[in-house]
DNA sequence: TATGAATGAGCATTCATTCAT
DNA sequence: TATGAATGAATGCTCATTCAT
């Protein structure tokens, strides 16, 4: 009964897939199930079949999200072991990652953050846990930060700070972009940014 | 002869403050009236006699919140016409104020952007017009760096970009803030954030 | 302390006099206390120190405009003793006392049938008891027909169902009145019910 | 894989059935969703599933009374081609046709006018076109009239005038009928309607 | 397994009435 | 006496979830 198994993932994929999109488009709380069922084209009966509830959606949807946000930063980072080069990377990578997706879409980063900070749920803040995926993401930038300055080619700085403040960065930038996607050529952008920041670093 | 005598604009401000406490928990959509009326310790309909609706009410909110943050950042830049000291003093202010408050209050900003990026709503989206708020910043700061630059204590560099970027990392770092108010010494952070920045950019 | 009482009627009359205008306008269902308060230039509180409910105005109000209309049918009869100049006497004073109020005013007719005819409320079904007003009504018209017959003028008919016929003709032309004032000359429609009606009866 | 299978028309014409009953008891206005929705025997959320609004609900309860009537009156002219049959099939029509439904039944009539009459929503008033209505129905009987003229059994009257004498003669004794349905014999009070216009008009 | 019909808890909003001044 | 600020019961409507088929 392998097949069924597979069957099901692949279902169970089709709809989330679907949900990320209606999530993006009307926010998390004013997308009802009913639009996920219509968009997935299925019933809606049929969702709970495969999630528990809304809830469980959206966590599955986030965990996907992270979890292909994070492969993409790993393999840009696994490309070299230069620091300068691997923090440029960092930022390419966000800023590229961003642009791909077209603007609604990226609205939805939005709501993970806001549920991430205010769920009252603890099954859902163990799923969406800002705060361990931000030091996680801390921890990675500042031993490239401290590699960089062991190596000599980074000043002594408090490599924590400097790397939530680099991350800081990286996320305020694509706020704006969300915000008015056209405005700016934001690769530039980036580039001003890291320049300015490796000028700063850089012995 | 005369009916009770009510201070009608200290009424409404204590509304809305009682409506900013409640949205900075629950976030604005999960917001019931009858939980600000409760916090606010008025009845339900009492609402209805100072704004017209729950949007009204958020209206509000928002307009008094950045009103509040404009004449911060305006106060600090008036302090010095030296472009080092201002865009530090805009750090110092930013970083002081989002600790200034506590970090519930702080959540709901999350909720303005969030509702400023999507909101279908023609009357809201004049009120939380994020692309001019963000056009009108990323020109006050532009134009210190600009001065900077012609001055000679600054690099010869895309203005615009570097404002964008150095706003970025401001939100940054304040989002973080609101996740993990405890984590580290933000003032620090803060300090990191320009001295890598104006390291990165002074001539 | 007379004048007082004189004050109290006068301001009562006032209210109901505003009550009127605005029930005409909104149908009463839709009529508010505030609007009533506003259009008679007092507070929302005051109208409760001359009525105790809602409920009280219409009744106020219904009683006083039958007692008005009631009033204008007696005098029109009262002119002559001729059965025939009696009835045409009924039809133009229903019609001119149609046209007289503007068309707004005359939607109030059918609040006060349609609550006469639904109230679950005693005391309301006491004051509008339309049952016994247009019992009474179409005895008045039955005893003149009647008259006609003894008197040779009138075939020998059956009085109450050719009065309840008439009645109900001058109701449904004011319907019609109401409906669509400006559509018809009105007075020949009036003039048209009353010739055939005494076409039809008289000998 | 297969729903439970429902007839929508059938259910949609159940809630309308009990939503007449709830209107013809406690008038339009009075008359809330959970009154119908119990009538119907059916849950507040079901009656959505196949009414948009309170309104739609009244709209199509409006509708189908109106197409009913409006039958019955077609029906019973195309019997004959006599002007004055006509006629007589005309009261005969609408006498029994009142009769024939329940007293509180009748009553929604009155709310059907009402509404029509003061109702501000332009979608409503498109539904309930109360001029229109009558208008038509003034044309359908003055060209009956009109025919009688012609063929020299009427006099030559102002046939739209007398056609709207009659009308109104109809709607008022069904008026009365609605308010006090035991009281008096109808048929023989249309008949004396039918009589004493007959005579009134004929050669 | 898949479905959509059915449901009712929950919410924003209205408004007649009360009552402190 | 006059007022309007305050109130909460009442209502139309939404939508996540259930469940019979």
Redesign the pocket.
């Known amino acids: 009964m392998a097949p069924?198994i597979v069957?099901?993932e692949q279902?169970r994929a089709e709809i989330m897939n679907a949900a990320i999109q209606v999530f993006a488009q009307n926010g998390i709380?004013?997308?009802?199930?009913?639009?996920i069922?219509r968009k997935a084209?299925?019933?809606?009966?049929?969702?709970?079949?495969?999630f528990?509830?809304?809830?469980e959606i959206f966590a599955a949807c986030y965990s996907q999200f992270n979890r292909q946000w994070e492969e993409k930063i790993q393999d840009a980072l696994s490309q070299t072991d230069d620091p300068e080069a691997q923090l440029r990377a960092l930022i390419t990578v966000s800023v590229e990652g961003a642009m791909q997706y077209n603007e609604d879409f990226l609205g939805i980063m939005m709501d993970f953050w806001a549920e991430g900070i205010r769920s009252k749920n603890e099954d859902m803040l163990r799923i969406i846990d800002l705060k361990n995926l931000y030091t996680e993401f801390r921890a990675l930038v500042a031993g490239i930060i401290q590699k960089g300055t062991e190596r000599g080619v980074f000043r002594a700085v408090d490599a924590k700070s400097y790397a939530s403040a680099l991350i800081g960065a990286l996320d305020g930038v694509m706020l704006q972009m969300i915000i008015d996607p056209q405005l700016l050529k934001w690769r530039e952008v980036g580039q001003a940014l890291i320049d300015a920041f490796l000028n700063g670093i850089k012995t």
Not at 43 to 50: A, P, R, V
Not at 52 to 55: A, D, F, I, L, N
């Open positions: 069924k069957d099901r279902k709380v004013k997308s009802k199930m009913i639009d069922a084209g299925v019933g809606k009966g049929t969702i709970y079949e495969y528990r509830s809304k809830e």
